[in-house]
């Protein structure tokens, strides 16, 4: 059923490699605990079998984050089950994610990415590329994987467009504004070219021999750059990717096109902001308000 469903994801939803090796990764942790602790087939599994599951990542010291992606590999593995007539149940069709564990995403305050930002020298052409990527990541709200992937010629300066490759291989536009320009004027004339001596990629954000920068690479950078900054939180790309959509949504900007921005597929995807918003809130109200 696994090769079925590998098959279904690539083939008939599109998905990308790095989407289908991550659903797969999930699926084969639940398999290794199916035949361990609750040695059945999937036809008898029920859905406080699945709670149970995650009652386990808990335990283990998964994060919510973790927790939640693996939530939604179960949901799609068994609606593919029902539809391929394996159970004759969705039993994760109501499961809820907001049920097992706080998923709301962690994202950076203003000041918090001013402080990130600030860490940088200019003159310094290493340091100008991590600020760059940290502008890139915050500013145009990119996934990693839509970051390592664009592409030097991804900038339309006249429509003020970033053109970026996302999930499924789907192309969207995504504005820019002078900061953006002006960093990655000067990063394609000045700073690209230094390190570029002996290569040239067609990857945009380059290592400092001129090849392609991984994504393993700029989630470190981003853990040096929060411990120097005396940030918190647990820092990674996507935690700029949310606080694009959450400064967003704070400055009253429409869900829709907040979605649209992002490339969410469905609306309920890019509506957890709305939670995060309302958190924001009642957090203040909690702190401030006397009575509360």
């Not at 079925?4 to 690539?10: G, V």
């Not at 007539?85 to 001013?114: F, Q």
């Not at 990674?236 to 979605?259: E, G, K, T």
Request: hydrophobic share 35%; with cysteine; net charge positive.
């Amino acid at each position: 059923m696994l090769s079925k469903f590998k098959l279904y994801l690539s083939l008939e939803r599109g998905l990308s490699k790095n989407s289908v090796d991550a659903y797969l990764n999930d699926l084969k942790d639940f398999h290794l605990y199916k035949d361990s602790s609750l040695t059945r087939e999937y036809c008898d599994i029920s859905k406080s079998d699945l709670l149970d599951y995650f009652e386990n990542c808990k335990e283990r010291g998964f994060v919510d984050s973790t927790i939640s992606r693996r939530l939604v590999s179960l949901k799609i593995f068994f609606r593919f089950l029902y539809q391929e007539k394996v159970i004759t149940k969705d039993i994760g069709e109501h499961l809820e994610s907001a049920r097992l564990t706080k998923l709301l995403p962690d994202y950076l305050s203003l000041a918090e990415i001013e402080k990130l930002l600030n860490l940088y020298d200019e003159e310094i052409n290493l340091e100008f590329r991590n600020k760059f990527i940290i502008e890139l990541l915050y500013s145009c709200g990119l996934r990693i994987s839509e970051l390592c992937g664009l592409r030097s010629d991804s900038f339309n300066y006249e429509s003020g467009f970033l053109r970026v490759k996302g999930k499924g291989s789907k192309e969207r536009s995504i504005p820019f504004g002078t900061k953006v320009a002006d960093m990655s004027r000067k990063y394609l004339s000045q700073i690209r070219p230094q390190l570029c001596k002996k290569n040239n990629p067609p990857e945009l954000i380059v290592s400092i021999n001129g090849l392609a920068l991984t994504r393993a690479r700029v989630w470190q950078f981003l853990k040096e750059a929060a411990q120097k900054a005396e940030i918190t939180k647990n820092l990674h790309p996507h935690v700029l990717r949310h606080s694009f959509a959450s400064h967003l949504l704070a400055n009253d900007a429409d869900l829709r096109v907040i979605q649209e921005l992002l490339g969410h597929a469905d609306i309920a995807t890019t509506e957890r902001y709305t939670h995060v918003e309302k958190s924001r809130l009642k957090n203040i109200h909690q702190k401030f308000f006397p009575r509360a």
